[in-house]
């Protein structure tokens, strides 16, 4: 099973700013099948990025993946106020899914 | 418009059984793989089971493997977890996902509480 480790596991930044996730994992994943997910408080999860890089229908350009093999990044390049939720990353492997633990981003 | 309602949930005592089900519309549900994830209170999400379009194929986490069966009836366009043998830390909102990992066809459920308790 890959295992996917999430950093930091808390944000506290200010509207405006730059947020940096990072998502690394245990073994290669394929960049194919690596997404991120926003999720708010009592919402299911929303799907921002797949393929490492490829923003879903409707996700702003401020947010942006990257990536290859082990080390994945997601960058929301100015936070708005909505912006401040729990952020995950997942893999998808030989028909197995993981989630990372999360990180959240929070007002400072 | 994607729609999925989850349905099922409830207080069952340790050593339990219950079936869950997932209702879908708004999409060809026959088309496309169908997944369970679950989320502890206050915790991260944790894939649970994953379905091929046909229900030729099925994976599970390992955490639920041997105790929790995945199915779908495509003629009804319904999805289905029956999970027994049910243990305290399975006590989650249990969400029923449609994704096409391909692209971005990603549509979510509102969710049902399973409260596995004593």
């Known amino acids: 099973e890959i295992v996917l480790t999430q950093s930091p596991g808390t944000l506290s930044l200010s509207p405006g700013e730059r947020a940096t996730l990072s998502c690394r994992a245990s073994?290669?994943?394929?960049?194919?099948?690596l997404a991120w997910y926003q999720q708010k408080p009592g919402q299911a999860p929303r799907l921002l990025i797949y393929?490492?890089?490829i923003r879903a229908t409707g996700i702003p350009d401020r947010f942006s993946g990257s990536g290859s093999g082990t080390d994945f990044t997601l960058t929301i390049s100015r936070l708005e106020p909505e912006d401040f939720a729990v952020y995950y990353c997942?893999?998808?492997?030989?028909?197995?899914?993981?989630f990372g633990q999360g990180t959240k981003v929070e007002i400072k | 418009q994607v729609q999925l309602v989850e349905s099922g949930g409830g207080v069952v005592q340790p050593g339990g059984s219950l079936r869950l089900s997932c209702a879908a519309s708004?999409?060809?549900?026959?088309?496309?793989?169908m997944h369970w994830v679950r989320q502890a209170p206050g915790k991260g999400l944790e894939w649970v089971a994953f379905?091929?379009?046909?229900?030729?194929?099925?994976s599970y986490a390992k955490s639920v493997e041997g105790r929790f069966t995945i199915s779908r009836d495509n003629s009804k366009s319904m999805l289905f977890l029956q999970m027994n043998s049910l243990r305290t830390d399975d006590t989650a909102v249990y969400f029923c996902?449609?994704?096409?990992?391909?692209?971005?066809?990603?549509?979510w459920g509102q969710g049902t509480l399973v409260t596995v308790s004593s």
């Open positions: 393929g490492a890089s």
């Open positions: 997942q893999q998808y492997t030989w028909s197995l899914w993981t």
């Open positions: 996902l449609a994704r096409d990992v391909r692209n971005d066809f990603d549509g």
């Open positions: 708004g999409f060809t549900f026959s088309g496309y793989g």
């Open positions: 073994q290669s994943v394929s960049s194919n099948y």
């Open positions: 379905i091929r379009y046909d229900g030729s194929y099925k």
